[in-house]
């Protein structure tokens, strides 16, 4: 996988496949895969994966959450009057919320019906699996900054400069908010 990481993933010991969904569950039950990074436990409960795997890390690479996109031709977008422009912004800023809240509402009930009913086992991934992933991710930002085309150095650099932001300003935020839902209430 030049450019894609791929030596990160030697480092890592891995391997990555880019499988269609509909392959993934065949190649876990084969043992062509050892493991899948998919969705969420919604739609990993909807392919099957509990019935060929047992161990559930997490967290997952890309939560907190999953976002749409929506394409289309430029040119056309901008012949349509500046009304009609909202119209198609607004749904896809309501179609994104309402999937999203979908997501976070199902994934909630799918996690304890792989736990409790199909013997799931929760594993956080570890700490210095983490630091490692995160290192090399690192490698390959300096790559694509020292490398990359003046367009992919400015996305890297505004990447960058908003990544050290949210840091800060998330922990004060979403992770103390997060941290907060954890406690135990006694209600009624």
Known sequence: MPGLGGEVLKKLGAVALNLPGGEIFPALQAGTIDGTEWVGPWNDMAFGFYKVAKFYYWPGFHEPGTALE??????????LPKDMQAAVALACQADENEMLAEFNARNGESLQVLVKQHGVQLRQMPRDMLTAI?????????????????????????FLKSRRELIAWNRIADQAYLNARTLQFKYG
């Open 70 to 79: 929506v394409f289309c031709n430029k040119q056309k977008y901008d012949a």
């Open 134 to 158: 995160g290192n090399a991710s690192g490698e390959l930002i300096k790559e694509i900054l020292d490398g990359g085309d003046a367009m992919t150095k400015k996305v890297a650099e505004s």
